[in-house]
């Protein structure tokens, strides 16, 4: 049996490159890929990136590699839609990257010191993005914020910009204030108005809310996925004390998972110290 020629391919990217482009041959390719198109991949290139983000946050470096090669992947599929369309190639992407990674550090790569802190730099580059946007045409405040962002990133995002002009709360104690004042607000829609008005001041709620973290050096989608870690985690422990008496969580009540719960937070606790 004759050796495919993707294996005489040197390993690494370029092999990489042939194996998508073999794969989106419409002559001898594979069916599902070739019918991809940038928005039907969008969505496992998410998903790639959190599992990425996942592999990261349990110190597993043998996945984090795996992960890694999966989100590379995923650059690479929607590179070869583009070369396939006649708009651009992989090649294209890392030119262009690199060229955006030489000229946001001028103190690398050309004649500003690099003797700068951190935050310095992060103003630096900030500005240079700015110039980016500018020469983009987006020339409002709020431009460029990417609309697929998880929503609590991009509120995030938008507050940072608008506060970047002077739109801002001066410190946390007011934020707390606006919490207060649009708990209310929903509270009232809940007995008085439709559901969409419930829906819209829910959302005017989870928007302070994450303003507040903003103001507390809180990022609002790291801690929402560290709450529901911990959730889990001891939802866990609640159907283990339920399942060592014969029983599901079916089975109870809520007063005796609530107490299983607060063991179970205990235990947390004490682990800690």
């Not at 940038?38 to 496992?44: G, K």
């Not at 990136?49 to 597993?60: Q, S, T």
């Not at 006649?86 to 010191?113: C, L, Y």
Request: hydrophobic share 40%; proline share 4%.
């Amino acid at each position: 049996m004759t050796q495919d020629p993707i294996h005489d391919v040197p390993a690494g990217i370029e092999q990489l490159l042939e194996i998508m482009r073999r794969l989106r041959d419409p002559e001898g390719g594979c069916p599902w890929d070739i019918e991809q198109d940038f928005a039907t991949v969008s969505p496992y290139t998410i998903e790639e990136a959190y599992e990425v983000d996942d592999a990261i946050a349990r110190g597993d470096m043998e996945d984090l590699k795996s992960e890694l090669g999966d989100l590379l992947f995923q650059s690479v599929f929607q590179a070869q839609i583009a070369a396939d369309k006649g708009v651009f190639d992989f090649h294209d992407v890392a030119q262009t990257i690199a060229a955006k990674m030489i000229s946001r550090h001028p103190h690398v790569f050309g004649d500003e010191s690099n003797q700068k802190s951190p935050e310095q730099q992060t103003v630096d580059w900030e500005k240079e993005k700015a110039k980016e946007r500018a020469r983009r045409g987006e020339t409002r405040v709020l431009d460029g914020v990417a609309m697929g962002l998880p929503a609590l990133m991009r509120a995030q995002k938008l507050q940072k910009r608008a506060a970047r002009v002077g739109f801002d709360w001066p410190d946390a104690s007011h934020v707390l204030d606006k919490i207060r004042e649009e708990a209310a607000e929903l509270e009232e829609a809940r007995d008085t108005l439709t559901q969409a008005e419930v829906f819209e001041e829910f959302g005017d709620l989870l928007f302070v809310v994450v303003n507040l973290g903003r103001h507390l050096g809180v990022d609002a989608e790291e801690a929402l996925r560290s709450c529901n870690a911990k959730f889990t985690r001891r939802f866990n422990a609640v159907e283990d004390a339920l399942s060592a008496q014969g029983k599901a969580p079916q089975d109870s009540d809520l007063a005796e998972m609530d107490a299983l719960w607060d063991q179970a937070k205990e235990a947390e606790k004490r682990a800690k110290t």
